[in-house]
């Protein structure tokens, strides 16, 4: 398995920014699908957006389309979450995930092999 380390949470207004980040180990990174997922507090955890191993394809949650952009840097062993004009239901503590045989930006959480420690998102209204 891969290790995984989110940062880049914290507290922002609605309508503001924030950029998290997922730095993996290993030397393999980019033969990798990431993804992004979010457990708000008394909810089940959902799926945010993926991002393929080349950077091809990506995959969004119809809540965060046209908000947030998945990215990654192979060459640093890192995805990112760019997250804009964020709304109080964003609030979530979100963790990142690798799909380790997969080869597309898959939604589903079972084909998801290693899991991040997840960092805290809050918005205040």
């Known amino acids: 398995q891969v290790r995984l380390v989110e940062s880049g949470g914290g507290l922002v207004q609605a309508g503001g920014s924030l950029r998290l980040s997922c730095a993996a180990s290993?030397?393999?990174?980019?033969?990798?699908?990431m993804g992004w997922f979010r457990q708000a507090p008394g909810k089940s955890r959902e799926f945010v957006a993926a991002?393929?191993?080349?950077?091809?394809?990506?995959n969004y949650a119809d809540s965060v389309k046209g908000r947030f952009t998945i990215s990654r840097d192979n060459a640093k062993n890192t995805v990112y979450l760019q997250m804009n004009s964020l709304k109080p239901e964003d609030t979530a503590v979100y963790y990142c995930?690798?799909?380790?045989?997969?080869?597309?930006?898959?939604?589903?959480?079972?084909?998801?092999?290693?899991w991040g420690q997840g960092t805290q998102v809050t918005v205040s209204s």
């Open positions: 290993g030397r393999t990174f980019s033969r990798y699908s």
């Open positions: 995930a690798a799909d380790e045989g997969g080869t597309t930006a898959t939604m589903h959480q079972w084909m998801y092999d290693s």
């Open positions: 991002i393929s191993w080349s950077g091809g394809n990506t």
